[in-house]
Nanobody, 128 residues
């Protein structure tokens, strides 16, 4: 059974940083693309970033160099380092995984539907 478990969320002041983790089990992690999405209250879920199994990364347009996605295949864990946080980053952050078929274009990896496995989410709140 595949499980993705996020951790590392919390309350942080504007300008601060957080590092989210996504611990994966039940799958051969190195063969999967790992994505991060977020959902703010009253808004649709939004693509944040993906780290492909082969190492290429893509980011949502709003990231603007503030976030870095990474993974440690030996630990079956993915990470999202978030810097220069602002209140607009307040959301529930989800990690997601998909089999590493491809490559496809950037727009493909932004779609929720291509990810078959999801975590339960971790809350990030940024105060002003």
């Amino acid at each position: 059974q595949v499980q993705l478990v996020e951790s590392g969320g919390g309350l942080v002041q504007a300008g601060g940083s957080l590092r989210l983790s996504c611990a994966a089990s039940g799958l051969t992690f190195r063969l999967y693309d790992l994505g991060w999405f977020r959902q703010a209250p009253g808004k649709e879920r939004e693509f944040v970033a993906v780290r492909r199994s082969g190492g290429i990364s893509y980011y949502g347009d709003f990231v603007k160099g503030r976030f870095t996605i990474s993974r440690d295949n030996a630990k079956n864990t993915g990470y999202l380092q978030m810097n220069s946080l602002n209140p607009d980053d307040t959301a529930v952050y989800y990690c997601a995984a998909r089999t590493g078929s491809g490559p496809f274009g950037y727009s493909y990896y932004k779609a929720e539907a291509v990810y078959g496995y999801w975590g339960q989410g971790t809350q990030v709140t940024v105060s002003s």
